[in-house]
């Protein structure tokens, strides 16, 4: 659908604007069985701050709730490109945290015994690691005054803008229109 002439008079669900998060919620709703659903973007798709987003997937994060949606994330972005066609630019790089004063180093393994302990329903893979070994994963890191770091294989990066494209196409593909 390109022009406003072919708009529906009506529908079950509008979502207002094409960046990442309203694509990935026509996508989801999609997924459950809803058909009715006008995706209105003023621009064009992934047109606002979705465009400028680095595109790093990180899993460890402060809470069980969005530490599952993010280990949710990482599966889903290795799976799409398969499910729809286009590219998502998804690359499972796993991601180094570094801590350099003591304090930190304390938050950081709270942090990795927090998603360990939230067993099967996360199962995030997180592994504490000494200075030299962040400098194994990248060479480039001056490691003198890092006291030690956090290794997340299953952490990753893609491409925002091939994402949105990608959950829109998936969102079409079950019966969603996007204007
Ligand atoms: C892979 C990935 C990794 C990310 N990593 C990080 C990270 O590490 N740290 C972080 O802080 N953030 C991260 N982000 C988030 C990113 O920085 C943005 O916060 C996010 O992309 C914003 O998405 P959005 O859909 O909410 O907003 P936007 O992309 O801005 O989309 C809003 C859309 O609504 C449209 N719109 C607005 N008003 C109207 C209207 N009245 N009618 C029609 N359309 C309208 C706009 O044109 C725009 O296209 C990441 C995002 C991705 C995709």
């Given at each position: 659908?390109?022009?406003?002439?072919?708009?529906?008079?009506?529908?079950?669900?509008?979502?207002?604007g094409g960046g990442i998060?309203?694509c990935?919620?026509?996508?989801?709703?999609?997924?459950?069985?809803?058909?009715?659903?006008?995706?209105?973007e003023?621009g064009q798709l992934s047109c606002g701050t979705t465009r400028h987003a680095a595109g790093?997937?990180?899993?460890?994060?402060?809470?069980?709730?969005?530490?599952?949606?993010?280990?949710?994330?990482?599966?889903?972005?290795?799976?799409?490109?398969?499910?729809?066609?286009?590219?998502?630019?998804?690359?499972?790089?796993?991601?180094?945290?570094?801590?350099?004063?003591?304090?930190?180093?304390?938050?950081?393994?709270?942090?990795?015994?927090?998603?360990?302990?939230?067993?099967?329903?996360?199962?995030?893979?997180?592994?504490?690691?000494?200075?030299?070994?962040?400098?194994?994963?990248?060479?480039?890191?001056?490691?003198?005054?890092?006291?030690?770091?956090?290794?997340?294989?299953?952490?990753?990066?893609?491409n925002p803008t091939d994402l949105t494209q990608?959950?829109?196409?998936?969102?079409?593909?079950?019966?969603?229109?996007?204007?």
């Open positions: 659908m390109d022009n406003q002439q072919n708009l529906p008079q009506a529908a079950e669900i509008a979502i207002v998060v309203g990935c919620v026509a996508y989801h709703l999609a997924k459950l069985g809803k058909t009715d659903i006008v995706l209105l003023q790093l997937v990180g899993q460890l994060r402060s809470n069980p709730a969005m530490t599952s949606l993010f280990r949710y994330s990482t599966q889903l972005y290795s799976e799409l490109e398969t499910e729809t066609g286009p590219a998502t630019g998804w690359t499972q790089t796993g991601s180094v945290t570094v801590a350099r004063t003591d304090d930190r180093m304390t938050m950081l393994l709270r942090t990795a015994a927090s998603a360990r302990a939230q067993g099967v329903d996360v199962d995030v893979d997180v592994d504490v690691i000494t200075p030299d070994a962040a400098k194994d994963k990248w060479p480039v890191m001056q490691v003198e005054d890092v006291k030690g770091g956090l290794w997340m294989p299953g952490d990753g990066k893609a990608s959950l829109a196409k998936g969102a079409r593909m079950r019966g969603a229109q996007i204007a």
